[in-house]
């Protein structure tokens, strides 16, 4: 469920980086450098050139993350060629001291039978290792907000998919973020994050829609949390996507009608 939720994401931070110099040069023997070096390869070089250039953060933490992310999808692919699709403790803990993370991914919901089989992502905490110490505020925040969606909005726990107050929150922040990243390499993605999580608010995802399937309610919590945003910051970009909305619900007890069918409908993001 990760790897849906982050498509767009990922999408993105390729789009970005390709019309950019790669965070390092190849080396003449990159062919044959096992998966399992690059991650530590790729953040000695990084940390190297952002420390000799900082300011040219957004290009060179953007160009990081997509050659990371590069790695990542080959060390799955390696490993799922290897027939390895349900990962041992061994190998969980092999990834993770090699700058890798591993993961679950619940294919019950489509299978209709428990099926889990496990895959390689990202790891956040080596992201984040010496990478926060040269970061400026804005580089630091953009930084968070991709991490924190690895890590929360991205998870196969159901109760995170669907925390309201951990939607809203992400939502108003990355709206917050954009007015910092504008017109630098962080705006695409962070617009990108914020408009993901809109809609994921007013549409649901996959098994879990915005509106119950039995009694077609809105989340309380979720609606709850809402009106704290625009009572709290009515000028937030979040507040301003929010209130219509909001009063819909509270014109309807929450109950999907025609209105809102109507306001969803004609919804641009």
């Known amino acids: ?6 498509a767009i994401i990922v999408l993105s931070v390729a789009f970005v980086s390709c019309n950019n110099n790669p965070t390092s040069e190849p080396t003449e023997n990159n062919e044959q450098t096992s998966f399992w070096d690059k991650p530590s390869q790729l953040k000695h070089n990084f940390l190297l050139e952002l420390k000799n250039n900082p300011e040219n953060q957004d ?4 160009n990081f993350l997509s050659d990371y992310k590069e790695i990542v999808n080959e060390a799955y692919d390696t490993l799922t060629d290897q027939g390895m699709h349900e990962y041992s403790p061994e190998l969980v803990n092999k ?23 496990s ?28 991490c924190d969606e690895i890590e929360n909005l ?3 726990d ?10 809203v ?31 994921i608010l007013f549409f649901g995802i996959e098994e879990y829609p915005a509106f119950d399937f039995m009694t077609d309610e809105f989340d309380r919590e ?14 937030s970009n979040a507040a301003q996507k929010f209130t219509v909305f909001v009063d819909l619900l509270t014109n309807s007890d929450l109950k999907k009608n025609k209105e809102i069918e109507d306001f969803l409908e004609n919804l641009v993001l």
């Open 1 to 6: 469920m990760k790897r849906v939720l982050l």
């Open 59 to 62: 290009v060179i933490l953007i």
């Open 95 to 117: 990834l993770r001291e090699n700058g890798f993370e591993a993961a679950e991914s619940d294919e019950s919901l489509y299978a209709g039978k428990p099926a889990k089989s």
């Open 119 to 146: 895959y390689v992502s990202e790891n956040t905490t080596f992201i984040k290792k010496e990478t926060v110490d040269l970061l400026n505020p804005t580089s630091l925040k953009f930084l968070n907000m991709y």
């Open 154 to 156: 991205g998870s196969d």
């Open 158 to 167: 159901k109760t995170s998919i669907i925390s309201g107050k951990l939607l």
């Open 169 to 199: 929150n992400s939502i108003f922040e990355s709206g917050e973020l954009l007015k910092e990243v504008k017109d630098s390499k962080y705006e695409k993605i962070t617009k990108e994050i914020y408009n993901m999580n809109l809609h």
């Open 222 to 235: 979720t609606y709850n949390h809402m009106k704290e945003i625009i009572i709290k910051y009515p000028n």
